[in-house]
């Protein structure tokens, strides 16, 4: 996990970084404070080189919604709720229902389910930044939740009722979890950056970025609780 976000959070050093002045690398003596050579700056001047972070959030006020919600349903339910989706057949002791089932319908469906809806954004682009249809379809996801809940999760101490007695069903809600959140979740990265002028789209990147950890870190603390729930 840190590892992790050390990778998203690198660039944004860039921007955090002081603006020394080039005479503390060059060796060069400072000027004095009162030498024409080294004027003063204004007071309430901004340093050109750190972007303005109000306009930033302000403009991507609602995308940031769109990634934080996004991938706090995907942290509630995987992994915590979908690895431990037990076959309905584990009691036959066939390797499918016991050895391969939650690695292959779990890890590997998911990933793969994630990556095409990441691949499918190379040629379909919408809803645009601008439309209320991608919130809504970032809300609508929240239906997932119960879906894979009243799957054979195990072991249950409060719900007891298992509604979709088939092994094909989590296998259908971790395709639509995946395809999702690949799709919509690539949107709202992308649209960020393009929605802001042209010089504050690396910062605008980096504060998406930040969007994206703040919704894993959400889902993963809220997950526990909701395994509680079941």
Known sequence: ???????LYAPG??????????HVFSGEDQ???DSP????AAPGSHDPSIPPLRPILKRTAGLGFCVVYLFFITSLVFPAISTNIESLDKGSGSP??????VPLTTF?????ADLCGRQVTAWIQVPGPRSKVLPGLVLLRTCLLPLFMFCNYQPRSRLHT?????????????CLLGLSNGYLSTLALMYGPKIVPRELAEATGV????????????????????????
């Not at 050093?13 to 080039?22: E, G, H, I, Q």
């Not at 050579?37 to 003063?40: T, V």
């Not at 499918?96 to 089932?101: G, I």
């Not at 298992?162 to 971790?174: A, I, K």
């Open 108 to 112: 590997l469906l998911f990933n793969f």
């Open 31 to 33: 000027a004095p404070q």
């Open 207 to 230: 504060v998406m970025s930040f969007y994206l950890c703040l919704g894993l870190v959400l889902g993963s603390a809220c997950s526990a609780l909701l395994v509680h729930l079941i």
């Open 96 to 101: 499918w229902t016991t050895k391969f089932f």
């Open 13 to 22: 050093l860039f921007y955090l970084r002081p603006a020394w002045p080039a």
């Open 1 to 7: 996990m840190s590892e992790g976000f050390l990778r």
């Open 162 to 174: 298992v509604f979709f007695r088939s092994d094909l069903y989590p296998v259908l809600f971790t």
């Open 37 to 40: 050579s080294a004027p003063l």
